[in-house]
């Protein structure tokens, strides 16, 4: 007997399923959420930024270039170059870890994000500091991602994976597919909710895209939604000035049809389109653009979910806009903003 054959086994006995259900959700977390700060071999509880002292609360994410905490500051007074401190003592961390791969890459990060100072829409640094393993970068607590909001799948992403975890996964998704449908857990963004969101995501990459820089890792995730309902675009990890001629980057899942590692090969249009599979995953489904076993799917099959997704016309001629295989043909992130979705919300 194979092992999928076993696998197929375990799956019509229902009095296995909540215990698969588990393991399945345990292996996710594990892979995507560091337990704690490890500084040195003992747990670090503290990093001081700005002269103020900040304090570890919880673990927030993990992504391909560092992990996020949630922080809270020590102190009564908050100093920050900014003439408006937070409401609240709450903040988020970045942690990039130093003297690993990528690090070189890592480091341009904060200096992307002095370039993206002043816009609304994009969640930017509030200071930072190093030590012997990691750079920080602190963060306002700019509120939940659109990946949990929606639960549209995995927030960690799609980047690297073992091979004895992506063959383990990959049998624990053959096992649920046959339990229950993919989107049992997922709840679609309201349109209404929709335009607030997609419109600060759109405007924080208009922000970038004047500046000749693109994202390339627009997600789910990395779209943070505040009280008011407004999107902010977060995490520049992997962002990238068009001058360096970036090649392929990000999450597998919300990949563009161009995707290449050849020098020059993504571009602001590519941004487009990753913002677009961001869109049609949480305002219809994930499944309408990658498959359970997180494989993006083709240009043909993701419009064709589009076309005959229950949302309204306007929402459909925007996400096909976006979604178009030629990204000559995509309209720029400012022309997308004047589509008939968004008239009824003013920018802020």
Same mark, same amino acid.
């Given at each position: 007997?194979?092992?999928?054959?076993?696998?197929?086994?375990?799956?019509?006995?229902?009095?296995?399923?909540?215990?698969?259900?588990?393991?399945?959700?345990?292996?996710?977390?594990?892979?995507?959420?560091?337990?704690?700060?490890?500084?040195?071999?003992?747990?670090?509880?503290?990093?001081?930024?700005?002269?103020?002292?900040?304090?570890?609360?919880?673990?927030?994410?993990?992504?391909?270039?560092?992990?996020?905490?949630?922080?809270?500051?020590?102190?009564?007074?908050?100093?920050?170059?900014?003439?408006?401190?937070?409401?609240?003592?709450?903040?988020?961390?970045?942690?990039?870890?130093?003297?690993? =791969?990528?690090?070189?890459?890592?480091?341009?990060?904060?200096?992307?994000?002095?370039?993206?100072?002043?816009?609304?829409?994009?969640?930017?640094?509030?200071?930072?500091?190093?030590?012997?393993?990691?750079?920080?970068?602190?963060?306002?607590?700019?509120?939940?991602?659109?990946?949990?909001?929606?639960?549209?799948?995995?927030?960690?992403?799609?980047?690297?994976?073992?091979?004895?975890?992506?063959?383990?996964?990959?049998?624990?998704?053959?096992?649920?597919?046959?339990?229950?449908?993919?989107?049992?857990?997922?709840?679609?963004?309201?349109?209404?909710?929709?335009?607030?969101?997609?419109?600060?995501?759109?405007?924080?990459?208009?922000?970038?895209?004047?500046?000749?820089?693109?994202?390339?890792?627009?997600?789910?995730?990395?779209?943070?939604?505040?009280?008011?309902?407004?999107?902010?675009?977060?995490?520049?990890?992997?962002?990238?000035?068009?001058?360096?001629?970036?090649?392929?980057?990000?999450?597998?899942?919300?990949?563009?049809?161009?995707?290449?590692?050849?020098?020059?090969?993504?571009?602001?249009?590519?941004?487009?389109?990753?913002?677009?599979?961001?869109?049609?995953?949480?305002?219809?489904?994930?499944?309408?653009?990658?498959?359970?076993?997180?494989?993006?799917?083709?240009?043909?099959?993701?419009?064709?979910?589009?076309?005959?997704?229950?949302?309204?016309?306007?929402?459909?001629?925007?996400?096909?806009?976006?979604?178009?295989?030629? =990204?000559?043909?995509?309209?720029?992130?400012?022309?997308?903003?004047?589509? =008939?979705?968004?008239?009824?919300?003013? =920018?802020?």
């Amino acid at each position: 007997m194979t092992l999928l054959q076993s696998a197929r086994r375990l799956a019509d006995n229902w009095l296995l399923q909540p215990i698969l259900k588990v393991a399945h959700k345990v292996f996710w977390r594990r892979r995507s959420v560091e337990p704690a700060h490890q500084s040195g071999g003992s747990q670090q509880v503290s990093v001081q930024i700005n002269g103020s002292e900040y304090s570890f609360f919880k673990p927030l994410g993990q992504g391909f270039y560092g992990s996020v905490q949630q922080v809270t500051c020590l102190d009564q007074t908050f100093s920050q170059e900014s003439d408006t401190p937070p409401a609240t003592n709450m903040f988020a961390m970045k942690m990039i870890p130093r003297k690993e =791969p990528g690090a070189e890459a890592d480091s341009k990060e904060v200096g992307i994000m002095s370039e993206l100072k002043g816009c609304h829409y994009i969640v930017g640094a509030l200071g930072t500091t190093t030590d012997d393993q990691y750079e920080y970068i602190l963060m306002p607590d700019a509120g939940g991602n659109l990946a949990s909001l929606t639960q549209s799948g995995n927030s960690a992403g799609v980047y690297i994976n073992t091979r004895k975890r992506r063959k383990a996964l990959n049998v624990l998704d053959k096992i649920l597919e046959r339990m229950s449908p993919r989107d049992g857990s997922f709840h679609a963004l309201s349109e209404e909710m929709a335009r607030k969101v997609f419109r600060g995501m759109l405007e924080g990459i208009h922000f970038m895209h004047e500046k000749e820089i693109v994202h390339r890792d627009i997600k789910p995730s990395n779209i943070l939604v505040g009280q008011n309902g407004t999107g902010r675009l977060a995490d520049f990890g992997a962002a990238a000035h068009l001058s360096d001629k970036p090649s392929e980057g990000g999450d597998g899942r919300f990949s563009p049809p161009e995707r290449s590692s050849e020098a020059g090969s993504y571009t602001k249009a590519s941004d487009i389109w990753m913002a677009g599979a961001c869109m049609a995953a949480t305002a219809i489904s994930p499944a309408a653009v990658y498959t359970r076993r997180n494989k993006p799917r083709s240009t043909e099959e993701i419009r064709a979910n589009v076309e005959k997704a229950d949302i309204s016309g306007d929402l459909k001629r925007l996400l096909l806009l976006m979604l178009q295989d030629n =990204p000559a043909l995509r309209p720029g992130a400012k022309e997308l903003l004047s589509e =008939p979705f968004f008239m009824t919300i003013q =920018p802020l």
